[in-house]
């Protein structure tokens, strides 16, 4: 009797700790949403990362996809705004979506004049919180597929479950944009990259 209580015991502490690795390897695996390719360029990719070190900005900075970004946050005198505790969840354009704006429109954004219409639009790319991709999925289950967030610029953004993992971004002039890589974590919240810029 004694000897089966103590194969019990082992039987059920193995079967803990096999749970407890399990469970371990789960968290530090990436994980994709939808069943797209990889290489499908509209296709959303969900990644987590389980203790990010950076904050948006200073992860931003250290990114060369992320140069024109970084430099309309420091443009618009918001790094340390968004530097900040937050937490905030930020839908960043990268290079390419910049790309998409005419040069000439583009570099006039940058110069001084034109600062409060750049806060304008980079504030409309932030949320406070930090809303993740199955947030999103969530409110988007109750509301007939459509989640809407508020920006602390003020205006909306409306969100649609488009299938395979992507999600359609609708800004405040009927602009589509398409987030490309999801819940990329940190310290002060969550960023989704999109691959157009959006207007207010």
């Not at 504030?123 to 991709?133: F, I, L, N, Q, S």
């Not at 969530?138 to 007939?144: E, I, L, M, R, V």
Request: with cysteine.
């Amino acid at each position: 009797m004694i000897a089966l209580r103590k194969t019990s015991a082992v039987l059920i502490a193995s079967a803990a700790a096999l749970t407890l690795a399990a469970c371990g390897n789960n968290n530090n695996q990436p994980a994709q949403t939808g069943s797209a390719p990889a290489s499908d360029p509209a296709a959303t990719t969900t990644t987590t990362t389980a203790a990010p070190t950076a904050d948006i900005i200073t992860a931003a900075s250290s990114a060369p996809e992320f140069t024109t970004l970084t430099a309309a946050v420091q443009s618009a005198g918001l790094k340390d705004r968004l530097s900040g505790p937050g937490p905030f969840t930020v839908f960043a354009p990268n290079n390419a979506a910049f790309d998409k704006i005419p040069a000439a429109d583009r570099d006039a954004l940058m110069q001084p004049a034109k600062k409060a219409d750049l806060t304008k639009i980079l504030t409309y790319h932030v949320v406070p919180g930090r809303v993740t991709a199955a947030d999103l999925a969530s409110q988007a289950a109750a509301n007939n597929g459509v989640a809407t967030l508020t920006t602390i610029q003020g205006g909306k953004l409306t969100l649609r479950d488009a299938g395979n993992g992507r999600w359609e971004i609708t800004d405040a002039k009927g602009g589509k944009s398409t987030i490309t890589l999801a819940d990329q974590a940190r310290t002060n919240g969550v960023v989704h990259v999109v691959d157009t810029v959006l207007m207010p």
